[in-house]
Structure formats: structure tokens, C-alpha cells
């Protein structure tokens, strides 16, 4: 007789249990851990460096026979504003303005200056420096092609966003019974409804969370990545939208929702605070009780 009960009912159950265990594990992580980064380190140790060391990651197109190296720049720490982003534009317009990266809001909103600075996925704009730590490595995100230096080509990270359709879809037949996708109207939602896509809506396509996901480093081309199941999770959740139950058969692939092996390496390495490995374990939650 098998040790395994194969009972599906039992099976449901099972799965259902395990998803709900997934859950409760990262509120508990979510509790412990506060949202609020602290970019100083917590050691005994209090000195302060007058002079900093920033090892940036260097590549040139343009140049094929160099291979990508760290290049290294001294500066003075009362040189430096407040960010890693002043460290950088620093050093452009006083050591070397061939260094490339990507900038623009200042401000954490855009996402664009995210960066890997000492072994955390960040942006560069809202991340301090930390003067009790000599080094400040610099690397483009991990697995995610590099075009120059610290600047990523994002095309098929947003071509992955741009299949989910992130925008509100309605069912409503014209007169010759097609179904008309866009909204003719306002559509109203209240407090209640508005409230259950806090947490979801505020990506900002930075790309942290994916290039941190081990999934997504083993098969990008096919895994979506935590990036954008959250969004689709987000559309999910709004009230106005009339497409659940497609956007949700839409994940349920191979290389979709049940992909992810709940390492949370996105819910720590969110800029923003997000956590996609919740949203990720909500739906596999909801699906499972709908199956």
C-alpha cells in the first residue's frame, strides 16, 4: 500500500494549508522586519570615514576587447550630499563623465536609478550614504541585460508588464455583440473597494524585486517574475475591473504564478516597502479554493 494519499481532496487541502502556512510566515516577517530602511550599520563600531572608496561596474559597448571591471574612486565624504545618486552625479561631473547610469525624479517615485550597491537591490536616489562603511560597491541589477555601465535595457521587463494589460477593461457588448474592453464612463468604486489595492498599486517598475528572484535569474525569458504578477494581483483586486477570472487564468501557466518557490527575496529587496511574495501567495491562495 502507498505511503501517499492521493485522495484529491486530501491533496486540496493539503495545498490549501501550505499557502496558507506561506502567509502567515511572511506577516510574521513582515512584523518583525520594519519597512523602514536603515542604511547605517548597527555595529558597536562608530567610525566614520572621511574618505570613501566607490568601486563602480564599468562596461563599454563600444569597446568588446575591454572586459567589465570595477573601476575605483576616492572621495571626500563632505563632498557628497546625502545619496549614493549625489555620489555618482559627483563623480561624473568632477572625476569622469564617461560613467553612465540612469537618473531623473530624485525622489524614490520613477525607479529608474535602481542600482546593487554592496550585495542589496536599491535606488540610488533615496539610499544614504553610509559613512561607517569604507567601500561602496556599485553593479548594475543582476540578470538583466546591461547596455552601459550601470544602464539596463529593461525591454523585455516591460514587455512582460505590458502582456498583463495594466489598464481597467470592462465587458460590454456594442451594438453588434462584441465585448468593449475600454470604459465609456467613470466607473465608482468606494472607500472599502478603493482600500483593498493599497500595498499593490505604488510599483514602481524598478525592477528590484525580479532581478532578486532566483526564478527569475534561472528563466526570465519565461518567468514573469514577482514584478509583474503583483501588478496583475493589482488589477485583480480593483473593483472597476472586469477581467478577473482571465487575468487570473492567465498566471496559472507553467512559467506564471506557481513558478515562485517562496524564497522572498522581492519582499526584502523592495525599495518601496512592497511585498510581492504576499500578493504572490494570496493568489495562489485564491485560485486554489476556486479550483
Excluded at 499557502?19 to 550599520?41: A, C, D, P, Q
Excluded at 545618486?85 to 520613477?110: A, M, Q, V, W
Excluded at 544602464?151 to 523585455?156: A, C, F, G, S
Excluded at 468606494?190 to 528572484?213: H, M, V
Amino acid at each position: 500500500m502507498s505511503l501517499i494519499n492521493r485522495n484529491p481532496v486530501f491533496l486540496k487541502n493539503n495545498i490549501f494549508n501550505g499557502i496558507l502556512k506561506n502567509i502567515n510566515v511572511i506577516n510574521v516577517i513582515k512584523e518583525n522586519n520594519n519597512t523602514t530602511r536603515n542604511f547605517h550599520s548597527n555595529s558597536i563600531v562608530s567610525k566614520h570615514y572621511k574618505e570613501l572608496e566607490f568601486k563602480i561596474y564599468r562596461w563599454n559597448p563600444e569597446k568588446p576587447k575591454e572586459k567589465p571591471a570595477y573601476k575605483s574612486y576616492k572621495v571626500n565624504r563632505e563632498d557628497i550630499k546625502q545619496t549614493v545618486l549625489d555620489g555618482l552625479l559627483y563623480i561624473k561631473e568632477n572625476e569622469d563623465p564617461t560613467l553612465s547610469f540612469r537618473h531623473h525624479c530624485h525622489n524614490g517615485k520613477c525607479g529608474c536609478c535602481a542600482v546593487n550597491i554592496n550585495g542589496k537591490n536599491v535606488l540610488a536616489c533615496n539610499t544614504p550614504i553610509d559613512d561607517k562603511q569604507e567601500v561602496q560597491k556599485i553593479s548594475p541589477l543582476p540578470n538583466i541585460p546591461v547596455v552601459k555601465d550601470l544602464v539596463l535595457d529593461l525591454t523585455h521587463y516591460y514587455e512582460q508588464y505590458k502582456n498583463i494589460q495594466p489598464w481597467i477593461m470592462r465587458k460590454k457588448k456594442d451594438e453588434h455583440g462584441e465585448i468593449i474592453k475600454e470604459p465609456d464612463r467613470e466607473i465608482l468604486q468606494t472607500s472599502k473597494e478603493r482600500k483593498k489595492i493599497d500595498g499593490y498599486y505604488e510599483c514602481n517598475l524598478c525592477a528590484c524585486c525580479s532581478s532578486s528572484c532566483p526564478n527569475y535569474w534561472r528563466d526570465a525569458d519565461a518567468y514573469l517574475g514577482p514584478s509583474t504578477i503583483l501588478n496583475s494581483f493589482r488589477w485583480i483586486r480593483d473593483s472597476r475591473d472586469g477581467f478577473h477570472s482571465e487575468r487570473k487564468d492567465a498566471l496559472q501557466g507553467p512559467d506564471s504564478l506557481f513558478r515562485c518557490h517562496g524564497e522572498m527575496n522581492c519582499m526584502s529587496n523592495c525599495p518601496l516597502g512592497l511585498n510581492p511574495a504576499k500578493a504572490i501567495a494570496k493568489l495562489k491562495l485564491t485560485i486554489t479554493k476556486e479550483g
